[in-house]
């Protein structure tokens, strides 16, 4: 199903008049502090994050799938519901697969669908955090960093094989995320393992492309609950910085122990041009891949501060890949992800407000009440009508929740794929 953009504009046509006036309102006062409206469009414009093959089945809770209707089943399904959200948001332009469970059947195929929905292939997944049907060795102590070396070369040759599937599409980078780890103390040899890893990556490292990008990924707990073999950060900059130029590390929001200050992290690693990507989601106790935004926004803008100012002031870190990592849990896929875009669009909209000038010149004066009063200005700003504009000048919709209920577009997937459908994933 593709979206006709009239119909988009039809129920543009009845809010129109309104966003305008809010519009004009914050326009004006922008330019009236010095800010640059058109600067600020283009880069929201600009800014595209991924959906992952896997966010458009149904959700439900770690016990259990709750079925969702119209769901996905085919690749091409999914790769049509990202031309959905992209069609409404204009930010979605980018999928990232999951490997195997998103392995195309018709590569022509599915590189014509994506390119005709303005949609790319972004980073690409592999997974050794479950077994796979028929395959000969299990990752249940462990992928990378197990002690069998018949299982550690068997999920090397996993990736090695997803970087030939992301060839194929157009993909520029490699995410490994290790679910390795122990559930117990003295299971596993802290250093064992990691070293195992190391070698591991270096040796998934020599078939990246030279244009590509190799994203590791940390996680301080679950599945496993003693010990993860890329706890955090250090762990995976160590292991960046060993395989090479082309590794980095990827940050997940979730991937955190409670109150780690995610904003400092992200400042270090883009000073030292070895951010890679990075994941959204939000949480309250732990990885509980919420709605990025719906728990703590206020973190999500002044991570967005730190983010905006590496990308303004450290050439030597390169673009990020973006994506969603949540669950929607017991939400319709696709409206959660529309809110995901929506929260992110406008913490990134609140970061671009923030008069840097002003705020280096109190820090410099050590002036701590002034430098609170420029974040806190800035997210304090209702950007919702940037964010609308900046969507409605490329044809999308202002309100993209709003349109996607009066278009009644779950219905139309209904009718098409019928309703106990059931997506791959987890
Ligand atoms: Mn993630």
Known sequence: MKIQNQHIQDVNKNIIEDHNDSFDFLANKLTKNGHDVNTILSKLAEFQVAIPSWALGAGGTRFGRFGFYGEPTTLEQKIEDVGILHSLTQTAGAVSLHIPWDVPQDYNAVSELASSLDIKFDAVNSNTFQDQKDVKESYKYGSLSNTSQAVREQAIQHNIDVIKIGEKLGSKALTVWLADGSCFPG????????????????????????????????????????????????????????????????????????????????????????????HFNDSKYGDDDLTVGSIKPYALFLIFNELVYGMANNPQNPDLAWMIDASHNVKDPLEDLIQSLEAIQEAYAKALLIDQKALKEAQLNNDVVKCQEILQGAYRTDVRPLIEKARLDRGGAIS???????????????KERGRNTVATGL
């Open 187 to 278: 299971q596993n040899n802290f250093q064992t393992a990691f070293q195992n890893t190391q070698d591991s990556l270096k040796s998934i490292y020599k078939d990246i492309p030279e244009d590509w990008k190799m994203l590791i990924e940390y996680k301080p707990y679950e599945p496993n609950f003693y010990s993860t073999v890329i706890q955090d950060w250090g762990a995976s900059l160590m292991l960046a910085n060993e395989c090479g130029e082309k590794a980095y590390t990827l940050v997940d929001l979730g991937h955190h122990l409670p109150n780690s200050n995610i904003e400092q992290i992200v400042s270090i690693l883009s000073l030292k041009g070895k951010l890679g990507g990075f």
């Open 400 to 414: 993209p929740i709003k349109a996607y209920r009066e278009l009644d577009l779950r219905n139309y997937l209904i």
